[in-house]
């Protein structure tokens, strides 16, 4: 006598499927948020003509307190040239560029050490500025 076996379907849960979707979109949105800098205050110099900015590796910024940021994160003038050293050691000539922002009282005594890092680690400074407004 031969026994029939039960012929069981797997199917996908598709209840289940929106949850995933839901916490991937979560996680993207927490991943895109690592390197914020909208925390930093600072005011953009600005210039008659300014070129739109290539893709940067890393970003520096000095805020109106004369902090000094890497990709968000406050950091020494000391140890910025290891850690962008560390950040462009992989990469070929012209894909190191490094957004340098600034505020526009800062003195040169903050930003000038900021400036020697960057060439030193081999970055490629990029000075991000804010086009002059024409008068109304």
């Known amino acids: 006598m031969k026994i029939q076996r039960l012929k069981l379907e797997a199917s996908v849960p598709a209840v289940?499927?929106?949850?995933?979707?839901?916490?991937?979109?979560?996680?993207?949105?927490?991943?895109a948020?690592?390197?914020?800098?909208?925390?930093?205050?600072?005011?953009?110099?600005?210039?008659?003509t300014v070129k739109s900015?290539?893709?940067?590796?890393a970003e520096v910024a000095i805020d109106a307190d004369h902090k000094l940021f890497l990709n968000g994160r406050i950091i020494g003038v000391?140890?910025?040239?290891?850690e962008l050293t560390r950040l462009l050691e992989d990469r070929p000539a012209g894909q190191r560029a490094v957004?340098?922002?600034v505020d526009l009282r800062t003195p040169a005594q903050y930003f000038?050490?900021?400036?020697?890092?960057?060439s030193s680690a081999g970055g490629?400074?990029?000075?991000?500025?804010?086009?002059e407004k024409a008068a109304p």
């Open 16 to 31: 289940a499927m929106g949850d995933i979707a839901f916490l991937l979109l979560i996680f993207l949105f927490i991943l």
């Open 33 to 48: 948020r690592t390197n914020d800098t909208s925390h930093i205050r600072w005011k953009p110099a600005t210039a008659p």
């Open 53 to 57: 900015a290539s893709v940067a590796v």
């Open 78 to 82: 000391a140890s910025l040239g290891t």
């Open 99 to 101: 957004h340098f922002k």
């Open 112 to 118: 000038e050490p900021a400036i020697e890092a960057i």
């Open 124 to 131: 490629e400074l990029v000075h991000i500025l804010e086009e």
